[in-house]
């Protein structure tokens, strides 16, 4: 079908038109809220005349210094002023903007002087003022309402920031300021907890300005990100520097959008050119800027302020006095002559950063001094930094060879994610990645975010509103029919199918305006034929949030009839049709779809798809309850609210967490509101597997105890048949062996007889398995254990499922146990890579940790400890991880040998702690490590007693492996004459059960 290039004049065919209601923009903006201190006391003291007269010269200066830095006042209010930045443009520095007018107006209130006589200890008049940004809707105002009528949170947050502040502070919140905020001198990051706001503000105090003219200047205040990649660049910058040390004349342009490191890259040039060159070449530096009308010939007149002077007793080159003594309408003259002239002398090298705002003047001068060194045959390489600029492309930097800088690659933007998150879980970095697309200043602020809250980035949201601008000023320079244009690609989604787009604007991939935004880096064709995807998640997110709320809603209404259409109806869609359903708030179909997308999710065993869809089917339930329907609508409703609870159960046991324990629990309470015993016994059920898989193994002994009695109350064999399973695990993680192994026996032979009707089948049975492998192991019967693992792992083995990584971080703790390094850091890797791939984060940080303790074990690798660390504080988060006092033995081992008594103290006591909830895999292993502390202090009496608690530990396990490993410890360290039996009885039990790197370190005691 061939496409049709025809103007592209309307983001949606027959779309409805917006009611009179909802005709006010959506915008972001930055609002100033500023109010006079004192004024109620001022006025009793004042004659009403003389009130009037200070409140026209506050007035005169809202009207004066508001509009100079770009803001709009909104209305004034008594002596109170709202501003607004970024009506009717956005701008990225709105956030600055509105910052430096309030300081300029604090510093203007402070110099007036009211008339009329003051009372004694009169300190002059102050203002104190409030600074926040977001989406806010505008509508036009009238007398009583102000220049605009503003709705939103916004505007409030604005003014009770302003009532937080004390006369004469300025209170900006993160979200407006950012990076901005390092243009200023602030007081330290704070949480204010706001009225009528349910989670506290991250703000700062403004003090005053800072030296800083540029935000890479800022970069550097707050602290530089990582600098990866640009190997390519960095090389065709240094060949441009050689040819122009050999006498040539050169201009490079550098070209890419806002943040995706031009400046950065500039920087690590020129600082490798300075150490290169040394004294063959002299730098010089400049900048543009859009603030505040920038003077003409800027970055010239910034290099020329820093060319140094002549040392005593040396004539200044007349050149440099000419250009610093010139007229201005001579300047560029003589700045062209001091710059050829310096280039007769010695190569030059001229940088000028964010080309895209220089004046006129400052361009005619940079090609005039291009062409002059040329015909002079001078060494100069000129150096260029810009954005592309879609109205004028190429105008400012067409003379240059342009370097066109693509964002980082996805391994580039993976170190640079590591670096700034060191200790964050792989599933963080990974969202961090998709909505910063591999753009570094995105990735910078974005791991900032994480760093500050410890939390995930939210679907949908955009990160702090001064970035969000950033985004939004670009979006602003787009032509309307572009504009348009991306916007819908917005609402229907980070991924755009190509066939929707077009049967909802007759837009397809070859469309001009689609190619138009993939030349501006906004929408780029995806590796999956047939789709498009916006180059920067966080792009499509802000994108998304400045529009209309009527406006989203109408179009989400359209993509789903478009879905159904399609082939929604048949399954095929369900997924989609259920965000853009919840989107229109059409609860019925939302809830449909997502349940059903959910249970297509659970089949395929993509568990994490799963378990959001039915979080998303479980969310739009809550909207059906309506005080209309009778109490057999809200039997139903609470029914099905349980049925979906389960089968999210089903869908946590690889990666739990507190939030879905709390759901579970809240299903209980629904089934025993409902008195149906069959649904009480399987809510009941599911909690014990979700608290297993959390490690709280006492408490869900007791819900699996339950939900035995009641299935048998009601005869539910079917779920009688899981139980002994699930008991048997429960009870292994227990360490009551003598209990698990019949359960586990029991559930074994029930599952061999149902593998083959269900792949759910074939899971437990592999589970199962492997947990009686486990067991097996940890009683130092390895042959065995092996032998039951590779039963586990056949159906699975190279499967990439869930269940694999399970396996093999088991095996991976087994081989540890038995001392077989490598192949534990082997297994422990395919745990840690399968875990990631399912997004199970307890499997991936748990093969993490363990391929960590193999590395110790058999390297002495001093990044171990760091790693394992890594992998607890990925576990954390999630409120608890099944035999996580593995993690904290291992990690006091590793802190004890190292001699780090505090560290391992702490981590001993951490592996103690979980024997409250019947962990006490690695109790053993942190009684020994107490031991190794005790010897190295000289206390033997208690290195003695933590020894026999060390055994004590292993023989509640009737571990046999622990009780080899403790006698080796007691041989190490020579407590008394019985070391040598100790080591003896250590050597035997190594050899009978193959524990070949113990044997190994007992040979060499």
Known sequence: MTESHAPFTAPLANAPAPSP???????????????????????????????????????ALYERIVPHHGGVIARIQGDGMLAVFGHPEVREDDGRRATEAALE?????????????????????????????GIVLVNDGDQMRGRFELLGNAPNIAARLSEAAKANEIIASEESL?????????????????????????????????????????????????????????ATLDAALAAALAGRTLWLGIRAGAGVGKTRLTEEFLRHAHAQADQALRIHRGYCESYLSAEPLQPFLQMLRHMDSPAPGEDMPPELFAAQHSAPGQRADALLALLLALARRTPQLVFIDDLQWADDASLRLLHRLRAGA????????????????????????????????????????????????????????????????????????????????????????????????LVESRVGRLPPEQAQLVRLSAVIGNVIPVWLLQALTGCGEQHPAVQALAAQDFIFPDQTPGHLRFKHGITRDVIYEATGLHERQALHRHISAQL?????????????????????????????????????ALVASALDRAKKQFRAALAALEFLQTPEEDDGQARERRRRWVGIAQRLGMACVFDA?????????????????????????????????????????????????????????????????????????????????????????????????????????????????CCRAYVLGDQGLFEQAHEVFAEALAPFDGSGHAVEASIQGWRAAVFLWQGRWAEARGSAATAHRVGAQVRSMFTCAMGHAAGAYGAWMQD????????????????????????????????????????????????????????????????????????????????VP????????????????????????????????????????????????FERMGMTGFLERARRL
């Open 374 to 469: 040329a015909a002079q045959g001078l060494p100069l390489l000129l150096l260029t930094a810009s954005r592309p600029q879609p109205a004028l492309p190429g105008a400012n930097d067409g003379d240059a060879e342009i370097i066109e800088l693509p964002p980082l690659t996805e391994l580039e933007a993976a170190r640079a994610v590591q670096q700034l998150l060191p200790q964050s879980d792989p599933f963080i970095a990974a969202e961090v990645q998709r909505h910063a697309g591999g753009n570094p200043l995105f990735i910078e602020e974005l791991c900032h975010a994480a760093a500050d809250t410890g939390e995930r980035l939210v679907e949908g949201q955009s990160s702090s509103a001064w970035l969000a601008a």
């Open 178 to 234: 950012g990076l901005q905020s390092q243009f200023f001198e602030t007081g330290p990051r704070f949480l204010l907890q706001l009225r009528g706001r349910a989670t506290p503000l991250a703000a700062y105090r403004v003090l005053g300005r800072a030296a800083v003219g540029r935000r890479f200047d800022a970069s550097v205040r707050r602290g530089l990100a990582p600098f990866v990649g640009r190997d390519a660049e960095l």
């Open 564 to 600: 159904s259409a399609r082939g929604g109806a048949a399954g095929q869609l369900h997924e989609q049709l259920a965000y853009h359903d919840a989107a229109a708030n059409d609860w019925p179909a939302a809830a449909h779809h997502a349940e059903a997308a959910g249970d297509q």
């Open 21 to 59: 209601a909802t005709q006010g923009q959506r915008r972001l903006l930055t609002l100033l809220f500023v109010d006079l201190s004192g004024s109620t006391s001022m006025a009793e003291w004042m004659e009403a005349e003389h009130y009037a007269t200070m409140l026209a010269g506050l007035r």
């Open 942 to 989: 208690r290195a003695k007693r933590y020894l026999g608690l060390a055994r004590g530990a292993g023989e509640q396990r009737n571990s046999d492996h622990e009780a080899a490993v403790t006698a080796l410890l007691e041989a190490e360290l020579k407590l008394d004459d019985s070391w040598q039996a100790a080591l003896e009885r250590a050597r035997s039990a």
């Open 860 to 939: 002495a690798d001093a990044t171990a400890r760091q790693r394992i660390l890594a992998a607890t504080a990925w576990l954390a988060p999630r409120g608890g991880g099944l035999y996580s006092s593995f993690n904290h033995g291992w990690l006091a081992d590793i802190l004890s040998t190292q001699g780090d008594a505090g560290a391992a103290r702490h981590h001993v006591a951490m592996a103690l702690k979980r024997g409250r909830q019947h962990d006490w895999i690695g109790g053993a292993m942190a009684y020994r490590a107490a031991a190794r502390l005790a010897a190295r202090m000289g206390d």
């Open 657 to 769: 967490s507190q939030d879905d324990l709390r759901v579970l629990k809240h299903a209980a309470a629904l089934a025993q509101a409902d008195g149906e015993p069959g649904l009480i016994a399987r809510t009941e059920y599911w909690l014990s597997y979700v608290g297993y898989a959390l490690g709280e193994t006492r408490d869900s002994l007791a819900h699996a105890n339950a939900a035995v009695a009641v299935a048998q109350r009601c005869g539910d064999d079917a779920l009688l048949a899981q139980l002994p399973g699930t008991v048997g695990q429960l009870q292994a993680a227990a360490a009551n062996y003598a209990e698990a192994l019949p359960m586990l026996d029991l559930a074994i032979a029930r599952q061999r007889q149902r593998a083959s009707k269900s792949p759910a089948n074939q899971i437990g049975l592999s589970y199962s398995l």
């Open 105 to 133: 107006l604090h510093a203007a209130v402070r110099s007036l002087m009211p008339p009329g006589p003051k009372p004694a200890g009169f300190q002059g008049l102050t203002l104190h003022s409030g600074i926040h940004a």
